[in-house]
């Protein structure tokens, strides 16, 4: 199936752990983005990498770290955990153009304890 | 700051009738504007877009209208089905940044009833 794939979709983790969440797109898309969906719902960007190449990297504590070891992939590294880190993260790629959309994961939902 | 703004977080409508959902942004740069819908449990999925150089979009049962004037945009599904029950996200981008990067509103849950 051509689609974006993200792993774990569940993650239930103690404060102060380092975990990873792994995304792998099959659409030949040129573009990879991490989102974050805050308890309000709120979708906010946090990453995108374009050809291996980062491209955008908002405001987000440096204990998140993107790598794409390739176009195809993006992960997401999160060190020492906070509870205020619970949110549901969504991958996505698209081709890097104006007005295309993206094409989302199922999501991971990151719970810390 | 909110660039992106969906003001109604719910809409219940009955089968067969037309569901309006509603977005206004603030940024005058925005150039590109997709809406997406999105099931628990899912990622979102692009339902459809429309650029700043129209103000209609249509593909089947799902309309696009946007306002520049007013900074408004709305999506219109005729008729409304219960599949349809979901929440829609209004997402808006600047052609110009050239980062792909969209800002997405905080989405609206719409319940379809039969």
């Known amino acids: 199936d051509t689609a974006v794939s993200q792993t774990p979709k569940y993650l239930v983790t103690q404060m102060g752990n380092d975990k990873s969440i792994k995304c792998e797109q099959n659409?030949?898309?040129?573009?990879m983005y991490w989102y974050k969906q805050d308890s309000k719902k709120f979708l906010k960007i946090m990453f995108s990498y374009n050809n291996k190449e980062l491209i955008i990297n908002e405001t987000v504590p440096n204990r998140f770290s993107p790598k794409s070891p390739d176009k195809a992939h993006l992960n997401l590294h999160i060190n020492s955990l906070e509870l205020g880190d619970s949110a549901v993260y969504f991958c996505?790629?698209?081709?890097?153009?104006?007005?295309?959309?993206?094409?989302f994961g199922s999501g991971t939902r990151l719970t810390v304890v | 700051d909110q660039q992106v703004k969906q003001n109604s977080p719910s809409l219940s409508v009955q089968e067969g009738r037309i569901s309006i959902l509603n977005c206004d942004y603030t940024n005058s740069m925005f150039d590109y504007f997709l809406w997406y819908k999105k099931y628990p449990a899912e990622g979102p999925t692009f339902l459809i877009s429309?650029?700043?150089?129209?103000d209609k979009n249509e593909d089947g049962r799902f309309t696009v209208f946007l306002n520049k004037s007013a900074k408004h945009l709305s999506l219109h599904i005729v008729p409304s089905q219960p599949g349809d029950s979901a929440v829609y996200f209004c997402?808006?981008?600047?052609?110009?940044?050239?980062?792909?990067?969209?800002?997405f509103g905080q989405g609206t849950t719409l319940q379809v009833k039969p």
């Open positions: 996505a790629s698209s081709l890097r153009a104006p007005g295309n959309g993206y094409t």
């Open positions: 429309i650029s700043s150089i129209k």
């Open positions: 997402a808006a981008s600047a052609g110009s940044s050239n980062t792909g990067k969209l800002i």
């Open positions: 659409l030949g898309h040129d573009t």
